[in-house]
């Protein structure tokens, strides 16, 4: 079980992760404005969050793979309060779901949108937010293309 160390950068108010060694390849290649997730080399699913095992077939082997960044919009919820300082000049926000097209489902912000104009099944794309030197997030914004 991983702690909790939750750090806020003082700059953004965003929360920051804590980067275990597992975990890199993906970070860095955010940092690269790339998405890359597991796929297991037995069964070949993607998979997220990060872990060891693939959690279809708990196989132990994968690669790592570069994913298209486009999704949909599965569910939201918009916050109308900010949780932390920083976050204060970003109320109304929306905090979404998207399901990739690669299958996985990730939680994150959408940027980029009014929040009275996102609807479950929004086209979406990636975009990167550098928060630090060290750390890009992964965030999504209305498909433009």
Not at 41 to 53: E, M, N, R
Not at 117 to 138: H, N, S, Y
């Amino acid at each position: 079980m991983k702690p909790s160390m939750q750090r806020i950068d003082e700059a953004t108010g965003r929360y920051l992760p804590v980067i275990y060694p597992e975990e890199l390849p993906y970070w860095e290649a955010l940092k690269q404005r790339r998405l890359e997730l597991q796929r297991c080399k037995s069964c070949a699913k993607v998979w997220y969050p990060i872990g060891p095992a693939c959690p279809h077939c708990l196989g132990l082997e994968f690669d790592w793979s570069l994913m298209s960044g486009r999704g949909i919009i599965h569910n939201f919820v918009v916050y109308h309060k900010a949780w932390t300082p920083g976050l204060e000049k970003r109320v109304p926000y929306a905090v979404i779901q998207v399901e990739l097209e690669e299958v996985p489902r990730l939680t994150t912000n959408l940027l980029n949108c009014p929040v009275d104009k996102i609807c479950i099944g929004m086209r979406v794309e990636a975009a990167f937010e550098d928060v630090t030197d060290e750390i890009t997030l992964l965030q999504f914004q209305p498909n433009t293309g």
